[in-house]
């Protein structure tokens, strides 16, 4: 696969860039802003996940030869453009929502402050990046609430694209899960990979006894054995017949989890597998992991409702043009005016305002000079949100690679613990605090 | 980005591979079968997409020095299983449903025979494509019927992952769209592309009318012009002062759009323009666009609800052993038996049964020898459906690629248009034709 972003766009991004290098207005400097007009799924918080990957996408956005022949080819813009994409490197700032920090209704999660053309080329890759990974974090954190410190792997790889698959495991790392079945993710970012066998390496030895055996000769007592190809009871006596006391593991994926979990954990302590652990996966969600919180699960295997964002596979953000210079050289405020897609124009800073007890009470959007400025420092309620990511075209340390998610996996746990009890709800609703336009 | 595709797989297909090489059991022949239960969504049919992508990428399976040290170094799997994953290509036969092709609960959509371990290590892999594309064109397919032939553009790459983006485009192509926004589906895939401009590039300008102006300058008055930034009526008026009566369309994406659209027209018409389309673009699924089946809409543009398959993001498609080789070299029939999940044991064949009128009444899954045996010929009924994908290893032609896509769009058609008038409705309802196992 191509290792350039640039074309991973849409055509309209390059043809804004075209007419206006004709028409002189490309240079104006401009303040572009992603932000959520509401929260997808009526959620009490949502988790900003992607940044990472975003900053590194946005290093390797360039137009390259390949790039460059299929817009000619196709006349998508003109000669002059071509050459101005060729030398494209991003040379703007961007500030925004560190990565795992949750938002609200009109955070700024990302402010993009360069020329129009550069923050214009830059639209359809955040919002890609941001909006499928932070549906992605923000179920996941429901998820890992509904556990109650248990642990969960994500399991989903099957149920998304290859590639967002990848993302899908990196997004619900940060968001508190504990390890992801998808070996890229495990060779890309270094996130635990987990898995021992499936109802087919059962199927395909004579009897459960057989693969039983030939898969702890192989993997260890430690292992985890899935127990419910044929009769359940049956496969957990077989398991510990064969494997002994000291299994690690079973694993269940069908049936009436919170009746079976607990037979089966009778069965082994009966067995005196008291210290064999019950690892559940049946087409999990937050909801039916809340179920089992009274039950003696051990840890949970979320699939396919963690990798689609559990209902709400996309966040719904958008990426807005707020202010930009006139012909003057001064700034002035924008925003569409159709009624349900208002926007509220001009630069913006954040604080979250926060009790004594450092409990979060309201997302302080403030108007003025944006980020660092005066205005933000003018309010001393609560605590500052944005970060600098991006400073004069150089991605800031800390927020890639490997310590970008460490980073953003700790900063959730704790931007999380801030919120109030009714952010752990998991019905529709309310978001948790208000957002607030200063 | 890596080109091999080895690593976009869980880890325990790699662990049943280590256990089985171990046992002596990884080198018996097997039949796994992928389908999908029941149809997601409650859809009337569903559409076969990915199959393209899946067989360049069952080519690109291969374990090279990255992938290897990543699992040594991690100890996913024992050194002698590292051997044989140095040496792996995919040897065996894949039948299936050519890309484009119309199917029903149970259908096998793949039926790959090969060894226990090569057939093991595409289950993921094959997942993730076909769940991701499938559940996209089951969805376009719905909205290009409700369009009625009017034609649709794909703009949903900003709501989706930025790769599935582009598999979302192509998906969606197939399935009958015209067009899409995403330059890199265009780049690889041959695919239009399209688009103007958006709300930034009017707000940029001092004016409406300069901006305009801009854009007509640079992409001249076959452009369309996006007419609701401020106020649509005078959007319209000033789009027309600005390119004259032969502006090639405008674009609304915001208010109620039946009302919208006929004032719009009706405000073209008096102007002159009678010849200038209306294109339209607001957050619409197949329900919105079969809303303005008799509105003066003359193209569609639709974004997030194509992307996530419009309430289904995924087909939930699973891939399981339905038979295999025993000790002896005997085959037999396999399925797990949990009363939620059971599956049909043993190979299959396909038929589509049909009127002598040519529509499809019932999709015949023939109990036997498989495809391309005599249980398939022996029922003359219909037509067949499977074709070879897969031969010793080698892809078959007609598949991948641009060819494949061109291909799989004809065929997408037709295969629908057998279908009875009931696969047509937009309502939650039983598949339109009965699965029948003979």
Redesign the interface.
């Known amino acids: 696969?191509?290792?350039s972003?640039a074309?991973?766009?849409?055509?309209?991004?390059?043809?804004?860039v075209?007419?206006?290098l004709?028409?002189g207005?490309a240079h104006?400097r401009?303040v572009?802003e992603l932000f959520a007009r509401r929260l997808s799924g009526a959620r009490r918080y949502g988790v900003v996940a992607g940044t990472g990957r975003l900053l590194e996408?946005i290093e390797r956005f360039r137009f390259t030869d390949?790039?460059l022949s299929?817009?000619n080819e196709?006349q998508?813009v003109?000669a002059r453009t071509l050459d101005w994409l060729a030398d494209f490197r991003f040379t703007g700032n961007i500030w925004g929502y560190p990565e795992g920090e949750v938002f609200f209704p009109g955070s700024p999660l990302l402010t993009v402050e360069s020329s129009?053309a550069e923050g214009?080329l830059l639209?359809?890759?955040s919002?890609?990046?941001l909006?499928?990974?932070s549906a992605v974090a923000t179920a996941a954190s429901r998820m890992v609430h509904a556990a109650a410190g248990k642990p969960l792997a994500e399991?989903g790889?099957?149920?998304?694209?290859?590639?967002?698959?990848?993302?899908a495991a990196r997004a619900a790392y940060i968001a508190g899960f504990t390890a992801t079945?998808?070996?890229?993710a495990?060779?890309s970012y270094g996130i635990p990979?987990?898995?021992?066998?499936?109802?087919?390496?059962t199927?395909?030895?004579?009897t459960e006894r057989?693969a039983f055996?030939?898969?702890i000769?192989?993997?260890g007592t430690g292992t985890t054995l899935l127990v419910?190809?044929?009769?359940i009871e049956q496969g957990v006596r077989t398991a510990i017949e064969v494997a002994g006391t000291e299994l690690g593991a079973v694993r269940i994926?069908?049936?009436d989890l919170p009746v079976v979990v607990r037979r089966v954990r009778h069965l082994l302590d009966e067995l005196g597998a008291t210290r064999t652990r019950i690892t559940v996966t049946n087409d999990l969600d937050e909801h039916t992991v809340a179920a089992l919180a009274a039950a003696p699960v051990d840890s949970f295997g979320v699939g396919?409702s963690v990798?689609?964002?559990s209902g709400t596979?996309?966040m719904?953000m958008v990426?807005?043009?707020v202010a930009?210079e006139?012909?003057s050289g001064a700034w002035v405020s924008?925003?569409?005016?159709?009624?349900?897609?208002a926007s509220v124009g001009g630069r913006k800073s954040v604080r979250r305002a926060r009790t004594a007890a450092g409990v979060a009470t309201k997302e302080l959007i403030l108007l003025g000079d944006g980020p660092g400025g005066t205005s933000e420092g003018q309010d001393s309620d609560g605590r500052t949100v944005l970060e600098p990511l991006i400073v004069g075209g150089t991605v800031q340390p800390g927020f890639t690679g490997r310590d970008g998610i460490a980073a953003a996996r700790e900063r959730h746990r704790t931007s999380v613990a801030e919120l109030p009890p009714v952010a752990m709800s998991l019905t529709r609703g309310d978001p948790a605090i208000p957002t607030e336009y200063r």
Chains 1, 2 share one sequence.
């Open positions: 696969m191509h290792t972003t074309l991973l766009t849409d055509h309209y991004e390059l043809t804004m075209d007419a206006a004709q028409a207005t104006r401009s572009f996408a390949q790039e299929f817009l196709q998508v003109s129009f214009v639209e359809t890759l919002l890609s990046i909006n499928a990974d399991m790889s099957r149920r998304t694209g290859e590639y967002s698959a990848i993302a079945s998808n070996l890229e495990g060779r990979t987990m898995g021992t066998a499936a109802h087919s390496f199927l395909l030895h004579e057989d055996a030939a898969q000769a192989a993997l419910d190809t044929y009769d994926d069908s049936g396919t990798v689609v964002g596979p996309t719904g990426y807005k043009l930009h006139d012909a924008v925003a569409k005016k159709s009624a349900e897609k």
